[in-house]
């Protein structure tokens, strides 16, 4: 909800990194690829438990969030903006999700319960999108924590060492952006 309100407002930015990265040459799918390998790497620092792995795990979950932002501007800038890369980028987000949370439960960083708590709900606040807008309703940018918050937030705090809290502010966003949500869109189908 906060980023997307400040997302106009940054589209210069955003542009800039569009025009930037494309003239490696390479499409908007390449970069929606490195974010998966970072979220790779991320879990793979997530999986050993203490406080530089903790640090490096959230470095590389908010690299993985930064090639999210490269993908789509790159696909803008070159406009090649479609519904196949839509799809790919939005499932490669969720990918990214799962692979994350399963280096952190793996490392043991918090119960396992909360993480299945935050992964669950995460996933339920995309497919609530998804489903929303298959019945023509916009739900972009509504609820407190969609991905780019609770990314930030985890990684923020993995990188201050303490992913036990970035999961519990994440599980807890979740939860309350899916009623959101699932409020919102009862409403609008009244």
């Known amino acids: 909800m906060v980023l997307n309100k400040?997302?106009?407002?940054?589209?210069?930015?955003?542009?800039?990194?569009?025009?930037?990265?494309?003239?490696?040459?390479f499409p908007a799918w390449f970069w929606t690829i490195?974010?998966?390998i970072f979220a790779l790497v991320a879990m793979s620092f997530y999986m050993q438990k203490n406080f530089l792995n903790a640090f490096l795990g959230g470095l590389f979950y908010l690299l993985s969030g930064f090639m999210d932002v490269v993908d789509g501007a790159v696909a803008n800038y070159t406009r090649t903006v479609s519904k196949m890369g839509s799809f790919i980028d939005s499932t490669a987000d969720r990918i990214a999700e799962?692979?994350?949370?399963?280096?952190?439960?793996?490392g043991g960083w918090a119960p396992p319960d909360i993480i299945f708590l935050g992964?669950?709900?995460?996933?339920?606040?995309?497919?609530?999108?998804?489903?929303?807008?298959?019945?023509?309703?916009e739900i972009k940018g509504r609820g407190w924590g969609e991905r780019a918050e609770r990314m930030i937030v985890l990684s923020v705090l993995s990188m201050?060492?303490?992913p036990y809290y970035g999961i519990v502010i994440v599980s807890a966003l979740a939860v309350v952006t899916f009623i959101q949500r699932c409020i919102i869109i009862m409403g609008a189908l009244k």
């Open 160 to 162: 201050l060492g303490q």
């Open 98 to 106: 799962i692979i994350v949370f399963f280096g952190i439960m793996v």
């Open 119 to 137: 992964i669950t709900f995460s996933l339920l606040v995309s497919y609530v999108r998804a489903k929303a807008e298959s019945l023509n309703i």
């Open 34 to 36: 490195f974010g998966i």
């Open 6 to 25: 400040i997302r106009e407002k940054i589209r210069p930015i955003i542009n800039c990194i569009g025009k930037y990265f494309s003239k490696t040459g």
